[in-house]
């Protein structure tokens, strides 16, 4: 099988070197693997005034107050990089420790500026993700 990529609802997976854009500027040239972005500004709605959105807190069933507007995560496959976004950006500020814990690139927004890079994200140019662990094992 040869180069391709697949684009899941703003996730990317690709087997061949893609330059893919990063939310708030930048862009990142994945090789292999899957990017995921998961974030409160994407899906959000008002409910008696106050602001929701799609990305519920399991400890307490209300939309997550996490610092960051989003995470943005490489890993070994498309759903590896968004079951770590996702949990990154739940886990509020103990994200960014818990990806350099596991060894998993990340990218932390607060608003529109990056606040937050971990395992070596702001020096690598390029991603083949194969070797980064996958939760799913």
């Known amino acids: 099988s040869g ?5 899941a609802g703003g996730d990317l997976a690709t087997r061949g070197p893609m330059d893919v854009a990063l939310p708030g ?3 990142v040239r994945i090789v292999a693997g899957g990017i995921a972005t998961s974030g409160s500004v994407g899906r959000r709605w008002l409910r ?3 602001a ?3 990305l519920i807190d399991p400890r307490t069933g ?4 996490s610092p960051w507007t989003g ?3 490489v890993g070994a496959s498309c759903l590896a990089a968004d079951v770590c976004a996702k949990a990154a950006f739940l886990l509020g500020a103990d994200g960014p ?3 350099e814990r596991h060894g998993v690139p990340g990218r ?3 608003g529109d500026r990056v606040a937050q890079i971990r395992w070596n994200w702001d020096r690598a140019t390029a991603f083949d993700n194969a070797g980064l662990p996958d939760p799913g094992d």
Request: charged letters at 10%.
């Open 62 to 65: 209300a939309p997550s107050r």
């Open 52 to 54: 929701q959105h799609h």
């Open 3 to 7: 180069p391709g990529f697949v684009s």
């Open 97 to 99: 420790v818990s990806l």
């Open 48 to 50: 008696g005034g106050v």
């Open 25 to 27: 500027g930048e862009a």
């Open 71 to 73: 995470v943005t995560v």
């Open 108 to 110: 932390f927004l607060d």
